[in-house]
């Protein structure tokens, strides 16, 4: 299918441009000449919940410095809007989604990367309805976890680092400008996802009560709970509600650009030699839900996320303690001191203040993004399918595919009851 957003002749020769005066591998040129381009769909790609990922070609006639001819093809990622789709299209201009990212990637990222340079990708163009990118699959980078949604401790190792580059970013840029990022782009990093006093018919307050629905009636079913059960049920929703004040900007607390959306497919891996399982650096992907607030917001989401319970009791301190010692030497290489930003004395008492923050995005998320993939096919596919779990029938969705899929039941599970059991059952907020 055809992409409904089009791209003249001098669109597509500045993106060209853009692209080789952006890598160094090109000597300079005496001319580039688009000669044809394709704009459609790949098996490369994956479907968006809230974008449309497309696959765009240009077929290019470079002349270089001595006069000779090379005939290239170069590919770009691109995302936009599900124009298509009136429901899903909806949901977005009330979210705020694509125009956040647009900002993001427009006004942000572009400083940023002047710091560090390799923690998104390269963005080439950046409007209203569109979003072009460095293929990072043609630099064979590729997603790492498996259905269950679950990265091991060298992939997020990987990881944060890259994640404490773009928070060392946040730092260093606002030391250099003398401002706050909330000063200098306000609208880049205003709350989206989880904004304080909205009403109840808001899109994102019905997200959040469509997906408590879910919640309690998953714990009905667990054996676990049956005795402290109405309990549970009464206190498990007031619970959740923490997010939303724990996630804005803070006045007690450092305050970073956070990306808001780490899990697993949002990460992107490099790899060595054929074969080798290591990787060796990392991409963040999608900052449609990017905040200015604490780094553990955004490191505690990433080390819950895509990890078990049975995991972050052996490796969650140890991960920590990468987190911050990365983030030290990127401060150091920028000729500044971690200690008059984070202390170690307040990285660690943000751990406990927002380790509730990674278990409720985890349970936001991941009962959506863990679904076996014939519901996830049908949720994206279509109009009806996107409404059916974003309103009508999200309950009856997702406790069918706790009754029967394994990998389901057992993250859902998991979530839930390390929730339960340090949140509900024994209250450390």
């Known amino acids: 299918m055809a992409t409904t957003v089009e791209l003249n002749s001098e669109a597509l020769n500045n993106l060209c441009q853009r692209y080789h005066e952006q890598n160094s591998q090109f000597t300079q040129s005496r001319s580039l000449d688009v000669l044809s381009y394709e704009h459609s769909a790949n098996t490369d790609t994956v479907?968006?919940?809230?974008?449309?990922?497309?696959?765009?070609?240009?077929?290019v006639r470079r002349t270089d410095a001595d006069g000779r001819e090379h005939f290239e093809e170069i590919r770009f990622f691109t995302k936009s809007p599900p124009l298509e789709m009136a429901s899903r299209m909806e949901y977005i201009e009330e979210f705020g989604l694509f125009k956040k990212e647009v900002r993001i990637f427009r006004e942000v990222l572009p400083e940023f990367q002047k710091i560090f340079p390799n923690v998104a990708p390269k963005c080439y163009f950046a409007d209203e309805r569109l979003l072009i990118f460095e293929h990072l699959a043609d630099q064979e980078f590729r997603m790492a976890a498996g259905r269950d949604g679950l990265l091991d401790y060298?992939?997020?190792?990987?990881?944060?680092?890259?994640?404490?580059?773009?928070?060392?970013?946040?730092?260093?840029?606002e030391a250099r400008c003398g401002r706050k990022l909330n000063e200098l782009h306000p609208e880049a990093v205003v709350e989206i996802a989880y904004p304080l006093d909205i009403p109840q018919h808001h899109v994102r307050k019905q997200n959040f009560n469509n997906a408590n629905r879910v919640f309690l009636?998953?714990?009905?079913?667990?054996?676990?709970y049956q005795q402290n059960r109405e309990y549970i049920l009464r206190e498990f929703p007031k619970?959740?509600?923490?997010?939303?004040?724990?996630?804005?900007?803070?006045?007690?607390?450092?305050?970073v650009l956070c990306h808001g959306d780490l899990w697993a497919n949002n990460m992107m891996f490099q790899y060595g030699k054929c074969g080798e399982s290591s990787p060796l650096q990392s991409r963040l992907l999608d900052f449609q839900l990017s905040r200015y607030a604490p780094p553990m917001v955004d490191l505690m989401t990433a080390l819950t996320i895509p990890t078990s319970s049975s995991f972050r009791r052996e490796h969650l301190s140890e991960l920590l303690c990468d987190y911050y010692r990365f983030m030290t030497e990127f401060l150091k290489?920028?000729?500044?001191?971690?200690?008059?930003?984070?202390?170690r004395e307040e990285?660690?008492?943000t751990a406990e203040k927002f380790r509730i923050v990674g278990l409720i995005e985890s349970l936001l998320f991941s009962h959506l993004t863990d679904l076996p993939p014939e519901s996830t096919e049908s949720l994206t596919s279509s109009a009806d399918g996107f409404s059916d779990f974003f309103d009508a029938k999200r309950v009856e969705i997702c406790s069918e595919a706790f009754r029967s899929d394994d990998i389901y039941r057992v993250?859902?599970?998991?979530m839930l009851e390390d929730f339960i059991d340090n949140f509900v059952l024994n209250i450390k907020i």
């Open 47 to 59: 479907t968006g919940f809230f974008g449309r990922h497309q696959i765009l070609t240009l077929k």
């Open 154 to 173: 060298k992939h997020l190792q990987c990881a944060l680092k890259s994640l404490a580059a773009l928070h060392a970013s946040s730092i260093v840029y």
């Open 217 to 224: 009636e998953l714990i009905k079913l667990l054996p676990k």
């Open 239 to 255: 619970r959740m509600a923490a997010i939303f004040e724990l996630i804005q900007t803070s006045k007690k607390y450092l305050n």
């Open 333 to 343: 290489q920028n000729q500044l001191n971690i200690d008059d930003f984070l202390t």
């Open 347 to 349: 990285f660690y008492e």
């Open 411 to 414: 993250r859902l599970t998991d």
